[in-house]
């Protein structure tokens, strides 16, 4: 690391002051999407101490993301990504923090792949259910974990209240977005809420914390990973509303981590179906992740159960019918 | 400076939540709701009803 001066400070940067109080993770991130939740993110990610971090957003600063945003009113009408970018380096020059105003669905497939390929986590933080999808496949074919934030929002009070973290792994050790996000075809997402109830930097701070164990499996803190609960549910301080309080059965700031079944039939992005991939879940240990709590139960198709005992009636009533020949 | 003990939150729940607190769900993508897990032995008129939200993410 160079040691560059502070503008304020004539102390130089170095390497085992910074880290002095925060053992540092590293590794390269993508982050797709620099809003509220992604640009909390690549800050945090920046904090501990990952690099480099490429961020991709098309969107410029508006006066009405200020107050949900880490960027502020000096950055108003400057793309996110890059002056996020900008932002990181100047605050954390530990961190090659790297910004695209681009939408990454539109990039060029070189473009897209080479920024996939070299990074070892992809986050995906849009508002965009198309954006999402074309992360998770990137994801899938370049074989690396990915994280999907995002905030659920009451569909009656119109709130935000609850955050949501998706984790996956490639090679249907987990389900992949698509398994978890088919109604999420039907387009009923809301697209404006009136307020957020749930911190943002909450969720943004738990997603770090994701991304940290994925790229770091040895680490202690991939004990929060979990692959039979793919998906972490965030309730913040606010008083539970009836909505959601079968979830969160108590007051206050709680996380609960859900199952993600496969599918009923063939994914048609990770392949990965009930009946199959839930036995190569349990039984790939080549991830260096915690086994999974409680033991999934192997499950056979019921079909080839089927097929089999009827093969096994067939053959006996034949042996029988033969043996009652020949007698 | 005392320890905190690991259990206060868990001792301040009534017996109801503590149970409800341990129940296990899942997602179902069909229909985009969190859905609780059957207990052997739960009565199937005290199951959690499904929880729906829609999902948003912030700009
Ligand atoms: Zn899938």
């Given at each position: 690391m160079d040691l560059r001066l502070t503008e304020r400070s004539a102390e130089p940067l170095t390497e085992d002051r910074v880290w002095a109080r925060h053992p540092r993770r590293t590794g390269a991130v993508l982050i797709v999407g620099a809003g509220a939740v992604g640009g909390f993110v690549a800050e945090e990610l920046a904090r501990i101490g990952f690099s480099p971090l490429h961020l991709v957003d098309p969107d410029t600063l508006a006066?009405?993301?200020?107050?949900?945003?880490?960027?502020g009113a000096p950055e108003l009408g400057q793309p996110k990504a890059t002056a996020l970018a900008g932002r990181i380096r100047r605050d954390f020059p530990s961190c090659a923090a790297v910004g695209h105003c681009a939408d990454f669905t539109a990039l060029p497939d070189e473009e897209r792949w080479s920024l996939v390929r070299w990074a070892d986590v992809l986050v995906a933080a849009t508002d965009s259910a198309a954006c999402q999808r074309a992360v998770n496949k990137a994801a899938l074919m370049a074989g690396r974990p990915a994280v999907f934030p995002a905030v659920w929002v009451?569909?009656?009070?119109?709130?935000?209240e609850v955050g949501e973290i998706l984790w996956t792994l490639p090679g249907r050790r987990t389900p992949c977005y698509e398994c978890a996000a088919a109604?999420?075809?039907?387009?009923?997402?809301?697209?404006?809420?009136?307020?957020?109830?749930?911190?943002i930097q909450l969720i943004a701070l738990a997603t770090a914390q994701v991304v940290t164990a994925l790229a770091h499996p040895?680490?202690?803190?991939?004990?929060?990973?979990?692959r039979r609960h793919t998906a972490i549910y965030l309730h913040g301080f606010t008083p539970t509303s009836p909505g959601v309080e079968a979830v969160f059965?108590?007051?206050?700031l709680s996380s609960r981590s859900v199952r993600v079944p496969f599918p009923?039939?063939?994914?048609?992005?990770?392949?990965?179906?009930?009946y199959v991939a839930s036995t190569d879940a349990s039984a790939?240990?080549?991830?260096?992740?915690p086994p999974p709590r409680g033991g999934a139960q192997p499950r056979w198709p019921v079909g080839a159960v089927l097929t089999a005992v009827l093969l096994l009636v067939t053959v006996l009533f034949v042996v029988s019918l033969a043996q009652s020949t020949h007698s | 400076m005392g320890a905190a003990p690991n259990s206060l939150q868990q001792a301040e729940l009534t017996e109801e939540q503590a149970r409800e607190k341990e129940r296990e769900w899942f997602l179902d993508a069909e229909t985009g709701e969190l859905k609780p897990d059957e207990r052997p032995g739960d009565d199937p008129r005290s199951q959690p009803r499904p929880v729906r939200a829609a999902r948003w993410t912030f700009d």
């Open positions: 006066l009405e993301n200020i107050v949900r945003h880490p960027l009451d569909p009656r009070i119109r709130d935000a109604f999420r075809r039907a387009a009923s997402d809301t697209q404006a809420a009136r307020g957020a109830r749930v911190d040895d680490d202690a803190r991939s004990a929060l990973l979990d059965p108590t007051d206050g009923p039939r063939p994914c048609p992005v990770c392949r990965g179906w009930r790939g240990r080549d991830d260096g992740l | -």
